[in-house]
């Protein structure tokens, strides 16, 4: 089967950084996308990587191992409007989204 | 409009009624999708559409139907409502199926007692 897993919650302090993981198992590759979810809202668009290495986007970077089928996500400078859920997900061979359950980030001051 | 817009915002509903979720999008972009999320699972595939008038199931697709007239609408129809499809449903849509990416409307929060 196909899966995508995360942890599910994480606690960071303001100002410090946090990378958080996401390994995945799908039948094919087509990219893998990070975004973001604040309680009650729509998941909105963070990054999206289809080769291996880093992208960086401002605060937010993400990563991709195809290999080992991993990425992270890095969150510099933390603030607390990052407080969250950071959703992992990947395009299978039919490029279908598989979801994994989503990362709460809490932010602390 | 800017953007994917859904009706209602949230409804409570008795098992065994029709109901028909609304997704209208004004970005022209030819893929729709309808998704369900529960806690402690990722976002579920119910069905998608990768252009008008065509449409295909996802991974949880029983209870549901979708039509898709034109461009811009891809309403969900759930026939006879359980309590298992209390959940909060998503629309998204995407320029192309492929690989692009997808944007979302604010969701249904949907009660079925």
């Known amino acids: 089967g196909q899966n995508i897993d995360q942890p599910t919650e994480m606690t960071a302090t303001e100002g410090a950084i946090v990378q958080i993981n996401c390994t995945y198992q799908?039948?094919?590759?087509?990219?893998l996308f990070w975004y973001q979810q604040h309680a009650g809202e729509a998941p909105t668009f963070l990054s999206y990587?289809?080769l291996d290495g880093l992208e960086e986007k401002g605060r937010f970077s993400s990563f991709l191992s195809r290999s080992k089928g991993y990425s992270y996500l890095l969150l510099k400078e933390l603030q607390m409007k990052d407080s969250a859920s950071y959703l992992c997900?990947?395009?299978?061979?039919?490029?279908?989204?598989?979801w994994g359950a989503g990362t709460k980030l809490i932010i602390k001051p | 409009i800017a953007g994917i817009t859904q009706a209602p915002t949230s409804q409570i509903l008795a098992a065994g009624r029709r109901m028909t979720l609304r997704c209208t999008q004004d970005?022209?972009?030819?893929?729709m999708y309808w998704y369900r999320q529960d806690l402690g699972l990722g976002l579920r595939l119910i069905h998608y559409?990768?252009?008008?008038?065509?449409?295909g199931k996802g991974e949880v697709p029983d209870g549901y139907s979708v039509s898709r007239a034109n461009t811009d609408d891809f309403p969900l129809t759930l026939a006879s409502a359980v309590p298992s499809q209390t959940s909060v449903y998503f629309c998204?849509?995407?320029?192309?199926?492929?690989?692009?990416?997808?944007?979302f409307g604010p969701g249904t929060r949907l009660t079925v007692l």
């Open positions: 998204a849509s995407s320029e192309e199926e492929s690989t692009d990416t997808q944007y």
């Open positions: 970005m022209r972009h030819n893929a």
């Open positions: 559409s990768n252009t008008a008038g065509t449409t």
């Open positions: 799908t039948s094919g590759f087509n990219g």
């Open positions: 990587n289809v």
């Open positions: 997900a990947v395009k299978d061979s039919n490029y279908q989204l598989i």
